[in-house]
């Protein structure tokens, strides 16, 4: 059985971005809505759907798995701020502004 590297491997070891991932989403509210097991070409790809788009309801328990090592969440989240992380970081959305309300001149 393989362990998961310590978060300081994450930050300054030498990491695959090119290589295959699979990414296990935990067991969130959305699980039941398609959200299961992803497999992703690139482990770049991988950590940024992870980061980026996936439901953070989604991310406890959530877990990467590259060339056999396994990544949590707070793991993950230290691959994507590496500075040798291949793609182009895009915050995550925040939820839509409420609409102003209009003043009666």
Not at 33 to 50: H, N, S, V
Not at 100 to 105: M, R, S, V, Y
């Amino acid at each position: 059985m393989t362990t998961s590297p310590t978060p300081a491997a994450t930050t300054t070891g030498k990491f695959d971005f090119d290589g295959r991932a699979d990414l296990y989403p935990g067991r969130g509210k959305h699980r039941g809505k398609g959200l299961g097991y992803r497999r992703f070409d690139r482990a770049a790809r991988a950590i940024q759907y992870a980061v980026e788009e996936m439901p953070p309801s989604q991310a406890i328990g959530t877990i990467l798995e590259v060339d056999e090592q396994r990544f949590t969440m707070n793991e993950i989240a230290a691959l994507y701020q590496r500075p040798g992380y291949p793609l182009r970081r895009t915050p995550r959305a925040s939820a839509p502004a409420e609409p102003a309300e209009e003043t009666a001149a």
